[in-house]
Nanobody
Framework: QVQLVESGGGLVQAGGSLRLSCAASGRTFSNYFMGWFRQAPGKEREFVAAISWSGEITYYADSVKGRFTISRDNAKNTVDLQMNSLKPEDTAVYYC????????????????WGQGTQVTVSS
C-alpha cells in the first residue's frame, strides 16, 4: 500500500495560483494511477484531475480544464496539481488519491487517500 501526503494548500486571492504536491511512499509509485479530488463543505467529493501511470494521459473535470495542470514525476514519487486563475468556487479540501488499476473520475475507484490540504480562494 502506498502512503500519500499532500502539501501546498493555502489562502489565495481570486485570479491567483497555487501548486499542490502529493508525495508518495511505500510502494512503486509508477504502479499507481493518480488522481486529485476536492470536497467543499456540505458537498460531495468531486473529481478534479487524474494522470496515467506513465504520465502520458491526463484527465480533467470541465470546471478546471484550461486552468489546472496535473503532472507526475515517477523518479521523485510525486504528483502535482498546478492551479491557475483560481476562483472562489475552487475553495475546498484537496485530496490526492491512488489506484492500482485505472482510476478514472470516480472516487470509489481509488483505494488510497492522503489527509487533504485546504485551499481557500477569496473574492
Amino acid at each position: 500500500q502506498v502512503q500519500l501526503v499532500e502539501s501546498g494548500g493555502g489562502l489565495v486571492q481570486a485570479g491567483g495560483s497555487l501548486r499542490l504536491s502529493c508525495a508518495a511512499s511505500g510502494r512503486t509509485f509508477s504502479n499507481y494511477f493518480m488522481g486529485w479530488f476536492r470536497q467543499a463543505p456540505g458537498k460531495e467529493r468531486e473529481f478534479v484531475a487524474a494522470i496515467s501511470w506513465s504520465g502520458e494521459i491526463t484527465y480533467y473535470a470541465d470546471s478546471v480544464k484550461g486552468r489546472f495542470t496535473i503532472s507526475r514525476d515517477n523518479a521523485k514519487n510525486t504528483v502535482d496539481l498546478q492551479m491557475n486563475s483560481l476562483k472562489p468556487e475552487d475553495t475546498a479540501v484537496y485530496y490526492c488519491a491512488a489506484s492500482r488499476t485505472y482510476g478514472g473520475t470516480g472516487y470509489r475507484a481509488y483505494a488510497t487517500w492522503g489527509q487533504g490540504t485546504q485551499v481557500t480562494v477569496s473574492s
